[in-house]
T-cell receptor
Framework: QQQVKQSPQSLIVQKGGISIINCAYENTAFDYFPWYQQFPGKGPALLIAIRPDVSEKKEGRFTISFNKSAKQFSLHIMDSQPGDSATYFCAASMASGSRLTFGEGTQLTVNP | NAGVTQTPKFRVLKTGQSMTLLCAQDMNHEYMYWYRQDPGMGLRLIHYSVGEGTTAKGEVPDGYNVSRLKKQNFLLGLESAAPSQTSVYFC??????????FGPGTRLTVT
């Protein structure tokens, strides 16, 4: 019930391409879905987040698509750049909970 | 604002030794968390606190203890280190159950 499943584990994209990472959840009480970005040797940092009352949120080249009925959400990185190479984590939480539930992470490599 | 800081950055322990990791935040956050990160395992929650003087178990609490005597500090203790506790440890804090701010991590090796 509390799990968030993330795929793929790793992803290699050419510069300028689109990177897509997917997550699925079970608990319908989740009401906040963030994506975290982690560079090697650093702690994760919030990249973008969405609430279930909207189906899409865009910030620059990063877009979250949210499908409430399918209990899935995804991160799209348009015009991927080598500087986007990092590990990405999806997560979910709810107001009545006390913590984030993280996916397993996706290691993205963008080749120049 | 320093945000979330962690001490030390690196540590090597021998099996059976003990140590304490310190996390400090200057954002007046109520919630604080300790995670461990291992290759292919993502971020796993060890213990967390929803306020000063409170602690609770996460997914992988065995072998660890925590204390939150002051709101700004969250300590993670290893009483008798084991090689299985070799990992990168991250502390995080948050104002509510949503956005978490992470520290830079502590890389611990137990030989």
């Amino acid at each position: 019930q509390q799990q968030v499943k993330q795929s793929p584990q790793s992803l290699i994209v050419q510069k300028g391409g689109i990177s897509i990472i997917n997550c699925a959840y079970e608990n319908t009480a989740f009401d906040y879905f963030p994506w975290y970005q982690q560079f090697p040797g650093k702690g994760p940092a919030l990249l973008i987040a969405i609430r279930p009352d909207v189906s899409e949120k865009k910030e620059g080249r990063f877009t979250i698509s949210f499908n409430k009925s399918a209990k899935q959400f995804s991160l799209h990185i348009m015009d991927s750049q080598p500087g986007d190479s990092a590990t990405y984590f999806c997560a979910a939480s709810m107001a009545s909970g006390s913590r984030l539930t993280f996916g397993e992470g996706t290691q993205l490599t963008v080749n120049p | 604002n320093a945000g979330v800081t962690q001490t030390p950055k690196f540590r090597v322990l021998k099996t059976g030794q003990s140590m304490t990791l310190l996390c400090a935040q200057d954002m007046n956050h109520e919630y604080m968390y300790w995670y461990r990160q291992d290759p292919g395992m993502g971020l796993r929650l060890i213990h967390y606190s929803v306020g000063e003087g409170t602690t609770a178990k996460g997914e992988v609490p065995d072998g660890y203890n925590v204390s939150r005597l002051k709101k700004q500090n969250f300590l993670l203790g290893l009483e008798s280190a084991a090689p299985s506790q070799t990992s990168v440890y991250f502390c995080a804090s948050s104002r509510d159950t949503y956005e978490q701010y992470f520290g830079p991590g502590t890389r611990l090796t137990v030989t």
